[in-house]
């Protein structure tokens, strides 16, 4: 039993290893356990809420805007009165309504419990593909008594929206995977002063130069469509500072030959760039083996380049056709450091060679430091 008037270990290490609790199920009897215990546990239990799903989140919602505090006839102690409610211990909160439909009643809940969270810095709120089709943007508070630096939504483009993010300055980490909506997504021009990461799905060229344009974005995630030719690309050029990381996810048409020297001549100083393919142009047939072969000499405009991913859907081929074109790709690309292929291998140079990490953690027996069928 741990003596009421003292703590075995200082705060900070308790609650360090609450941190590495296995699951919420272990915090119950913690709390019970007394009244400085309880305290700790209380703050490391609300203080990050992430992946909650359906009725468990709108249980949780509605015990956020209750009146929390204990009465006086639960206990005397003049620590637990002074214990901050429930509300305003939550940091990160993260709900998952993909597989749900939501009434207006959850919508007003998930609206009110926003209102109450003084202290939160990081929201996720994801939706249903047939709730996305609503206006939803509503539920965030023009008024919020947050400062978010963390946003995740799937809720559209919406003006609404917009106005919420004007709400936001301390907003470093931005990800919307909403569709565009018919009406214009504006920013005003001294929004989102400190942004640093855009992430999106659905954001054609005008959304995307809307929330780049002017503020010190150095990371994004965008799709690419035929229908935009490259024009999403040249809108990154447009960040105040120098785009170093960049995710292209690739749903239309889009042949190495053509994709890496347009990244290279709007994106020179890129460090990271990491290529999701999920059309057949990028699935390790022979024909493809030497595309990207023949691609090696178009990273060479890459001055800055160290970190290259490339996945695709459905492919083939095997670790010796990836040590192949990892060895182009280093020669053309001097200051890669790593590379990670289809097949799932993580490629890096090791005593002057390129080996590889497989599934199993060991480094293999691929050697990616020869010469053989490398055209540069």
């Known amino acids: 039993m741990i003596d009421r008037g003292a703590l075995p270990l200082p705060v900070e290490i308790i609650n360090e ?28 239990l609300y203080s990050h809420i992430d992946d909650v799903h359906g009725a468990q989140a709108i249980r949780l919602l509605a015990s956020l805007i209750k009146y929390d505090r204990p009465k006086s006839n639960i206990s005397s102690s003049s620590l637990l009165r002074h214990l901050p409610s429930r509300h305003e211990l939550v940091r990160g909160l993260g709900f998952d309504f993909g597989n749900n439909r939501l009434s ?9 419990a926003l209102r109450r969270l003084p202290h939160l810095t990081a929201l996720t ?19 919020a008594p947050f400062k978010l630096k963390s946003f995740i939504t799937s809720v559209r483009y919406e003006p609404r929206l917009a106005r919420f993010l004007e709400s936001q300055p301390e907003l470093l980490d931005l990800s919307l995977r909403g569709l565009q909506s018919i009406t214009p997504f504006t920013l005003k021009r001294d929004a989102l002063p400190r942004l640093q990461t855009f992430r999106s799905v659905h954001a054609g060229p005008t959304v995307i130069a809307e929330i780049v344009a002017n503020r010190p974005v150095q990371g994004v995630s965008l799709s690419l469509y035929s229908d935009h030719d490259f024009c999403a690309l040249s809108m990154l050029a447009l960040s105040s500072a120098t785009v170093k990381r960049l995710t292209i996810l690739i749903l239309d048409y889009a042949a190495p030959s053509e994709l890496l020297p347009q990244v290279a001549a709007h994106l020179p100083d890129l460090e990271a760039l990491h290529i999701v393919a999920l059309v057949a142009q990028y699935d390790m047939s022979v024909h493809v083996q030497d595309t990207l072969r023949g691609s090696a000499s178009l990273l060479s405009a890459f001055p800055s380049l160290r970190y290259l991913t490339l996945m695709a859907t459905n492919a083939k081929g095997t670790a010796e056709d990836e040590a192949s074109i990892a060895a182009c790709w280093a020669k053309s ?4 450091k790593t590379i990670i292929m289809p097949q799932g ?9 390129w080996v590889c990490t497989p599934t199993n953690g060991r480094t293999g027996s691929k050697d990616a430091g020869g010469e053989a069928g490398c055209k540069v």
């Open 125 to 143: 709120l994801e939706f249903s593909s047939t709730d996305n089709r609503r206006l939803l943007s509503w539920i965030f508070p023009l008024d």
């Open 333 to 336: 690309c001097p200051t890669l």
């Open 104 to 112: 207006v009643n959850a919508l007003v809940l998930i609206h009110n």
């Open 17 to 44: 290893i609450f941190q590495y609790l296995p699951s919420y199920s272990d915090f119950p009897s913690l709390l019970l356990a007394n009244t400085r215990i309880h305290e700790i546990a209380r703050r490391q």
């Open 345 to 353: 291998k993580v490629w890096f140079p090791c005593n002057g060679r």
